[in-house]
């Protein structure tokens, strides 16, 4: 075995720890002597929680070389504060990835949702890691739509939509057919980050406030703002009710944006993969959706398409059950989606006013995050302060509109 580094090794990397790590994945893969280099860090826009590698892995008996992503919480300051998603995600790869795979053994390969495969983890204190296999290697790759502040057409949301009712089927496939097991699983994921430990400890309450301050100060219409405000108080006791389990609770992936998805364009047809599973937690299949919907997507997309691509969806969820010999009716009728839905857009509403402010991160911004200590995005506002305000506007006019800004405040005064 040799550990030949390459010399632009970043000190994040240099751990012992981590060079153990990747001998295991070697030998998992079958390499004996080899030697490896970093090729990749991803940048603060990619992922606000690890540190992420690339790392070529080169055998250097057959001058083969293969790729991993390495997602880790060494050596930074956030090893603390966010270690228990760190677990939850490794759990998510050990426990949880696994079962769907075997469940979807079933079906014909076309048909199966595509899942990331963990080659190697830990969630012990101090030496969290977790090792992908990368699917660059297969011509996967990000979206920079919104990175580039371009919109997603038709086409994608639908592609993104239909494969998260295939992933949510899974959910109730399992139900179906282990229901005690199953059971004991959702027992584990309920909600993690708007707990209030893990919100104390992490810093995040002031992340949520200050972030939804920050976009309530940009509304224009004065009675939608005054309202926002008065809801203040009970935001994260919202975000929380919306995010506990329901009636129809499947495993949600919990922060479904476009960065969480990797694409792959064939010639008839495109492929995705959901990844970064930190914030997975058994709920409404709806807060999937209206999360996605929300801060992806502007108003004028959700009122000319969202009401068909609710079809889609459920037309993919029915389909896919009749696979494995579900009734869609007997687990999630038609109507009680379509009213989860509608019940839960003002969490999309809330989460679009937290969370806009990481989408209109500029790269000069983004510069600002990565020389920042603590946790990204507490003392910044977005360079590009016209976007942002014009995506908070936005939405707030449309909740004004469609009623959804009033269905939040009745839950302010319950």
């Known amino acids: 075995m040799s550990l030949d580094v390459n010399i632009s090794e970043p000190e994040e990397f240099d751990c012992v720890e981590l060079h153990t790590c990747l001998k295991s ?3 998992r893969l079958g390499i004996g002597n080899f030697e490896y280099h970093v090729d990749y860090i991803s940048g603060g826009r990619e992922n606000f929680v690890a540190n992420i590698f690339r790392v070529v892995i080169r055998d250097t008996d057959k001058n083969e070389i293969q790729s991993v992503i390495v997602k880790t919480l060494v050596n930074t300051t956030r090893q ?17 990835l696994p079962r769907f795979k075997e ?32 699917l660059g290697e297969s011509g996967f790759v990000g979206d ?3 990175a580039e502040f371009k919109e997603l057409n038709l086409n994608q949301v639908q592609l993104i939509l239909t494969e ?36 104390c400890k992490s810093k995040l309450r002031n992340y949520f406030f200050e972030s939804y301050d920050m976009s309530v100060n940009l509304v224009t219409d004065s009675e939608a703002r005054k309202k926002l405000v008065k809801a203040r108080p009970k935001l994260l006791e919202l975000l929380k009710m919306y995010n506990q389990p329901s009636k129809h609770s499947v495993l949600c992936h919990g922060d479904l944006w476009v960065n969480n998805m990797l694409f792959k364009k064939e010639s008839d047809h495109s492929k995705i993969c959901f990844i970064d599973f930190q914030a997975m937690r058994c709920a409404s299949p709806a807060t999937d959706i209206v999360y996605f919907m929300y801060l992806c997507t502007t108003s004028k997309f959700r009122s000319e398409h969202f009401k068909q691509l609710q079809f889609d969806y459920y037309d993919t969820l029915n389909s896919t059950l009749k696979d494995y010999d579900i009734d869609v009716n007997s687990v999630y009728p038609r109507d009680e989606f379509e009213k989860d839905v509608r019940e839960n857009l003002p969490l999309g509403l809330l989460i679009a006013l937290v969370e806009l402010r990481i989408l209109t991160l500029t790269p000069e911004d983004e510069a600002v995050m990565k020389g920042n200590a603590n946790i990204p995005g507490w003392d910044w506002i977005p360079g590009e302060v016209e976007l942002y305000k014009y995506r908070v506007n936005d ?9 959804v800004l009033e269905l939040l405040m009745s839950k302010v005064n319950t």
């Open 25 to 27: 994945v070697a030998e």
């Open 80 to 96: 603390e504060l966010f270690h228990d998603i760190h677990k939850r995600e490794v759990t998510v790869y050990n426990v949880i």
């Open 103 to 134: 469940v979807q053994e079933k079906i014909d390969a076309e048909k199966r949702v595509l899942l990331p495969e963990c080659l190697y983890s830990n969630a012990d204190r101090s030496k969290e890691i977790i090792i992908l296999r990368d």
């Open 144 to 146: 920079d739509t919104l």
């Open 164 to 199: 998260l009712a295939k992933f949510h089927a899974l959910s109730f496939v399992l139900e179906n057919q282990d229901y005690e097991n199953y059971c004991k699983i959702k027992l584990k994921f309920e909600d993690i980050l708007y707990q209030e430990n893990f919100l």
């Open 395 to 403: 939405v707030v006019d449309e909740s004004v509109e469609n009623g």
